[in-house]
């Protein structure tokens, strides 16, 4: 079993929809959370950061962990043909151990 | 900042060559990544370095690959000889530190394309 598992999609969603992306993992050490965002052609951006377990909002994206069930989400709301794009959950534990992704979601939203 | 630079964006050479990638990381960060990204494998740390020193590459995936940081403003990876496998996009980032503390800023990348 990976460390981190992310469905590759693709998914195909209208706009306006409410999306939501996952991602599970097996390592119970990790702490730190985060979700790249990868236009095609370009490299990976950070798009939200997340301590620990619970919620963090951030304008139309929310990313929600829990810890118990070792799954993240990634929940984008009134999505947009501008959020078409791979994302990519990333985790660490502590100290200078390096980031783990998954290997991505591609999200199309049609106009 | 210009960000991180790659170079060369696009490369196309034939098995046995041997290719070399570069890069130019955001100044005054003290971490240097180098990662491979593919359909299959999705996106693999091959090595990371700080302060100019390699600290785990236990991604590489055999012998023929080898990275070097001579100073901190730059790095490259070194593919020799070359195999069609080894076609991807290679990015690097760089960061202030080495965990998800620091945010990793990625170059471009550059797209390999071993016929």
């Known amino acids: 079993q990976k460390e981190v598992e992310q469905d590759p999609g693709p998914l195909s969603v209208p706009e306006g929809a409410i999306v939501s992306l996952n991602c599970t993992y097996s390592?119970?050490?990790?702490?730190?959370f985060m979700w790249y965002r990868q236009y095609s052609r370009k490299g990976p951006e950070l798009l939200m950061y997340?301590?620990?377990?619970g919620n963090k909002e951030d304008g139309r994206f929310t990313a929600q962990v829990d810890k118990s069930s070792k799954y993240i989400s990634l929940f984008i709301r009134d999505s947009q043909p501008s959020d078409s794009a791979t994302y990519l959950c990333a985790m660490y534990n502590s100290g200078n151990t390096p980031l783990v992704f998954g290997k991505g979601t591609r999200l199309s939203v049609i106009a | 900042d210009a960000g991180v630079i790659q170079s060369p964006r696009h490369e196309v050479t034939e098995m046995g060559q041997e290719v070399t990638l570069r890069c130019k990381p955001i100044?005054?960060?003290?971490?240097l990544f180098w990662y491979r990204q593919t359909m299959m494998r999705g996106l693999e740390l091959l090595i990371y370095?700080?302060?100019?020193?390699?600290?785990?590459d236990s991604g590489m995936p055999e012998d023929r690959f080898s990275a070097k940081m001579p100073n901190a403003s730059f790095s490259t990876l070194k593919i020799q000889p070359s195999e069609p496998r080894d076609s991807a996009v290679y990015f690097c980032?760089?960061?202030?530190?080495?965990?998800?503390?620091?945010?990793?800023?990625f170059g471009p990348g550059t797209r390999l394309t071993v016929t």
């Open positions: 100044s005054g960060h003290d971490y």
């Open positions: 390592n119970s050490a990790f702490q730190y």
């Open positions: 980032a760089s960061s202030r530190t080495s965990g998800g503390a620091s945010e990793q800023y």
């Open positions: 997340t301590y620990s377990s």
């Open positions: 370095f700080n302060n100019n020193v390699p600290i785990d």
